[in-house]
């Protein structure tokens, strides 16, 4: 079986994807084509765009598809069910009453007959998700973004990894009750944690070591806390891991900085997506908040606020024409049609407005992070900013200490020239950030900062 994994890999239930050999303006013209006549909420709305996009030349085309109506979150809460296409009409509900499915279904409809349909809900910035549905063709485009963003970030098909997740999150407990299953067929282990204390880490390093695995995924913040868990309690640092992917959520550099300690050999990479489409970019070069696009999987556009507007190229079941994703990034397309996004923030309301008026996302606070650990050789290693009416909070964690009154003076001083508009600041030091780990970890945040839910959470209970 191990020969068989190293060299098929995924390939053993989830047949890879080839790549289109169409144009772009293709693709996007054929799933508008399937959205338009197979998805009640698209039915005829794009017939005008089908009608005159042969007469078009690709710049014409792309233009006149910049002007079809966006989709918002609120849009597939209101009307989710529309959203389904009509190919998934007589499939197996792999998630009947919400429940998790028994082994006998999940082998039967999910990998013998390949016949059925589920949901997995998405992450909600109110608190309160929306679903999205899948068909097996859909859910193997959701995985293969994965592996794809696991490939650019150095690792090869048939080897193991790891993926330490909140129980409550992504089918983590199903996963993890299949653990010996899954590993044998396809080198993938979950590891689930309902909080991340010294124990839960140890069996996370004792479960990479076993397994051989070469990459970890892992959310940023949870990612933090593993490696401040290890420094305190004296665990020496973890040699033997190749790759670690980290996505969800702004990735500070004194945080990466910190955490490269504990993972002295791995390369801590970022890939950006969406719980409604899998992964769509990657980061680009060593850089942390630019990505290279998978235009094989999906075609992005600058929406309205700096926001990112999607087409998923590649999902039928469920089809996403112009999705606007509300986060912070600038949209950049090449000659040659390769696409980037870059200077990517997180979400686009996360932010506070400066006395000039202007706001000013995590990126600006990063800067500032990296002057001042120049400044005093590195002693900030977290940091989160939470801001209420005229008053802001900024906390830090130090791996130096001593450093504390160094750090607050600088931190008023750029407060003060910058932020005078705020009656009120605040500055704390913790050893930690507590943290529900259902939910994104905000640098910038309103009150407690915990109102999106990661996505997945609500995934057993019955969507309505």
Excluded at 395 to 415: G, H, I, S
Aim: aromatic share 14%; charged share 20%.
């Amino acid at each position: 079986m191990k020969i068989l994994r190293h060299t098929l890999g995924y390939n053993l239930a989830l047949p890879s994807i080839p790549e289109s050999k169409l144009s772009r303006r293709e693709r996007v013209r054929q799933i508008v084509q399937h959205a338009n006549t197979s998805v009640p909420f698209y039915q005829g709305r794009f017939d005008s765009f089908l009608a005159e996009e042969q007469s078009l030349t690709d710049s014409e085309f792309f233009y006149a598809f910049s002007h079809l109506p966006f989709v918002t979150k609120q849009n597939l809460k209101d009307h989710n069910e529309a959203f389904r296409s009509e190919t998934l009409n007589g499939k197996f509900d792999l998630l009947n009453e919400g429940k998790t499915p028994n082994t006998k279904d999940a082998i039967i409809h999910g990998l013998v007959k390949k016949d059925f349909f589920t949901s997995i809900s998405t992450g909600g910035t109110s608190g309160i998700p929306t679903y999205r549905w899948l068909d097996y063709e859909d859910a193997n485009v959701f995985a293969q973004s994965f592996l794809h963003s696991f490939k650019m970030n150095g690792w090869k098909q048939g080897e193991s990894f790891v993926v330490y997740y909140p129980l409550k999150s992504y089918f983590t407990g199903p996963y993890a009750e299949f653990s010996g299953p899954l590993n044998t067929l396809f080198g993938f282990t979950m590891v689930p944690f309902e909080t991340v204390t010294k124990e839960s880490v140890e069996n996370l390093l004792k479960t990479l070591k076993k397994r051989k695995a070469t990459l970890l995924v892992i959310f940023p913040c949870v990612l933090q806390r593993v490696a401040e868990i290890m420094k305190a309690e004296n665990i020496p640092p973890f040699e033997g891991l190749r790759y670690i992917n980290v996505s969800g959520e702004f990735f500070l550099d004194c945080s990466k900085k910190f955490i490269q300690k504990m993972f002295p050999g791995a390369d801590i990479q970022s890939t950006y997506g969406a719980v409604e489409f899998g992964e769509i970019a990657h980061q680009s070069g060593l850089s942390s908040f630019d990505y290279d696009v998978f235009s094989d999987y999906a075609y992005i556009e600058q929406g309205p606020g700096n926001s990112i507007l999607v087409t998923a190229l590649r999902q039928k079941a469920f089809p996403f024409i112009r999705y606007q994703i509300e986060d912070m990034g600038q949209v950049v397309t090449e000659a040659d049609g390769r696409q980037s996004i870059l200077h990517l923030e997180g979400k686009n309301t996360d932010y506070i407005i400066g006395a000039d008026g202007y706001h000013y996302y995590a990126s600006f606070f990063n800067a500032v992070i990296n002057e001042i650990n120049t400044a005093f050789d590195d002693p900030i290693m977290h940091f989160m900013l939470r801001h209420d009416k005229n008053a802001l909070q900024l906390n830090f964690v130090l791996q130096n200490p001593e450093q504390e009154k160094n750090v607050e003076q600088a931190a008023r001083d750029t407060m003060q020239a910058i932020f005078p508009n705020y009656s009120k600041v605040e500055i704390i030091f913790r050893d930690h950030f507590d943290h529900d780990y259902t939910r994104k970890f905000k640098i910038i945040g309103e009150g407690d900062g915990l109102a999106e839910v990661v996505g997945g959470y609500y995934q057993q209970k019955k969507a309505s």
